[in-house]
């Protein structure tokens, strides 16, 4: 932990780590929800003629659903399409993912909030999804650590992940802060270069099928497999950067 805590700081200049505040994904990270998302997304992209596969859905997961829909009509019929068109087709895979049972909450997440908000840090959500369903169930499950101004949505930013602006943009609403000063948990490479590039340190829980390598190469400072092996491992890591 001393290790990958020194790398960041170097490799950014920073003269500190103080984190006052947690930036959660929410998909595969707070919910087991990605197989249902590649279900609904196969389903949906077959009706408009788009192939995609599970591992696509995977791979693309946490950016906006209308920019990998543009992404994937432009590889695969040579076309752009306006928003309007992208949003069209992302509210069917809106429609069939919400036909679905509803995902579980993963073991370790109401342990490891309540342990972020125990060591006096706020608890933040930085997703892709503008869902306002699932902004409802967000607040319904995590309303003890969670209010909707620290949820920042695809609505929220121009440009979602992997460029920056999406975990930007959760500084801001987590009260102003500098990248030092914040932690990023991901579960998938697009948001993973999302909170690198946004200079954060960031936390990778491959819950999904991916190697390891896919999002250690994306930049994660380090990598757990489960939300309970970072509960475990919680005391060590905020002893570690008491002392930054």
Do not use: C
């Not at 990998?68 to 306006?82: C, E, Y």
């Not at 607040?139 to 949505?153: P, S």
């Not at 390891?212 to 757990?224: C, E, F, H, K, T």
């Amino acid at each position: 932990m001393k290790d990958e805590i020194n790398k960041y700081l170097e490799k950014h200049g920073f003269g500190h780590f103080s984190p006052k505040a947690v930036l959660f994904d929410m998909d595969g990270v707070l919910y087991d929800s990605m197989p249902h998302h590649a279900i609904a997304w196969q389903e949906s992209m077959k009706q408009f003629g788009i192939r995609m596969t599970k591992a696509d859905a995977y791979a693309t997961e946490g950016a906006r659903g209308i920019d990998t829909i543009q992404q994937f009509v432009k590889q695969q019929q040579g076309k752009d399409i306006s928003l309007t068109e992208a949003q069209r087709m992302y509210d069917e895979k809106t429609r069939r993912f919400h036909m679905m049972p509803e995902a579980p909450i993963f073991d370790g997440v109401l342990d490891i909030m309540r342990n972020i908000q125990q060591a006096g840090m706020s608890i933040n959500v930085v997703t892709g999804s503008g869902q306002r369903p699932l902004i409802a169930r967000l607040l319904h499950d995590f309303g003890a650590f969670l209010n909707e101004n620290h949820i920042t949505t695809a609505y929220d930013v121009k440009r979602g992940k992997p460029f920056p602006d999406p975990y930007l943009a959760g500084l801001q609403k987590a009260g102003n802060l500098q990248p030092y000063e914040a932690i990023v948990i991901e579960n998938a490479p697009l948001g993973i270069r999302s909170g690198v590039a946004a200079g954060i340190f960031t936390i990778a829980i491959n819950s999904g099928p991916l190697p390891d390598d896919s999002l250690l190469n994306a930049g994660a400072n380090i990598l757990y497999h489960k939300m309970t092996q970072l509960v475990d491992d919680w005391s060590n890591f905020i002893s570690f950067f008491a002392h930054y």
